[in-house]
């Protein structure tokens, strides 16, 4: 596999990187992970906007013009021209000495990026979450590699045999360690607002436009882990999924304990605009 390191396409076994980097001892650093079809990206204006405000807000000065020739070539030499691929790009505030204040001004970034295979589609009959503590930091809007707290949680889902866990603050179910989270009640769509507490999923924004298209009413708010319980449909949404249906929380029923029509219509529409960009790349 060819991956991509400071301004060099290599092997990925001869990718090194320093063990001074800040990423490596602080996880100083934001990633991005874009959908590609046919080398065609899905939403990319809206992961590039989201890395730059990640950028601004931890300081890290990098424009990111690079990107899209970058993620074409990573695409041709590997292999996945014609297929579905996910992009991954990383930028840390670079190497220097362990010391936590920043580095001297004009240290260089460090940028990564490289390409594999979608994952592949979840279970059809819908998925299974546990509820666990929300112990992560105070800017959950801002894409960094800091995700113990979402590690920890992601294994305890996966020893409860569960596909996500749903982080819980102060009685409010917040989001999953990978995936947004939203439940519908009544014909309304509810969804945690953007803000601190969220990072704001770009699929999450496509999954509401979807559901307003399809004449479903919009609420961005905070849920009750109460609410989840008493709604019609409880779904994940994210870059990997799509949309995905809850079926059972901590071992009670959602719903009627089936996955649901509305997260399987938003789904659809998702992937019509995926596929649509996909087609048109294929036929200029």
């Known amino acids: 596999m060819i991956v991509y ?137 801002v894409k960094t590699v800091m995700l113990l707290p979402n590690v920890l949680a992601s294994q305890r889902a996966r020893e409860a045999n569960a596909i996500e866990a749903i982080l819980v603050r102060d009685g409010i179910a917040w989001e999953g360690t990978k995936a947004n989270l939203f439940a519908l009640s009544g014909g309304v769509v509810r969804t945690a607002p953007r803000g601190p507490r969220i990072l704001p999923g770009v699929t999450r924004g496509a999954a509401l436009e979807a559901a307003a298209s399809l004449g479903f009413s919009i609420e961005e708010r905070p849920l009750a882990v109460d609410e989840l319980f008493s709604a019609d449909e409880v779904f994940l949404a994210s870059t990997t999924l799509w949309t995905y249906p809850l079926i059972e929380i901590d071992g009670r029923r959602v719903g009627d304990g089936r996955p649901g029509p509305v997260s399987a219509r938003i789904c659809e529409v998702l992937q019509a605009e995926f596929r649509g960009a996909a087609l048109r790349t294929a036929t200029e």
């Not at 424009?63 to 991954?88: C, H, K, S, T, W």
């Not at 001297?104 to 666990?132: C, H, M, N, Y």
């Open 5 to 141: 390191l400071n301004g060099r396409f290599l092997p990925r076994e001869d990718a090194k990187i320093s063990p001074d980097d800040r990423g490596f001892v602080f996880a100083d650093a934001i990633y991005e992970v874009i959908r590609y079809g046919a080398s065609r990206p899905y939403r990319l204006a809206e992961h590039l906007a989201r890395m730059r405000d990640g950028l601004r807000e931890l300081r890290i000065a990098l424009e990111l013009a690079f990107f899209p020739e970058v993620a074409a070539r990573l695409i041709q030499e590997n292999g996945f021209a014609g297929e579905d691929a996910l992009v991954y790009v990383q930028v840390s505030r670079g190497v220097a000495p362990r010391y936590h204040a920043f580095p001297p001004e004009g240290t260089p970034p460090t940028v990564f990026a490289s390409v594999r295979k979608t994952d592949p589609p979840p279970p059809p009959g819908g998925g299974r979450a546990i509820l666990v503590p929300d112990e992560r930091w105070g800017r959950c809007d």
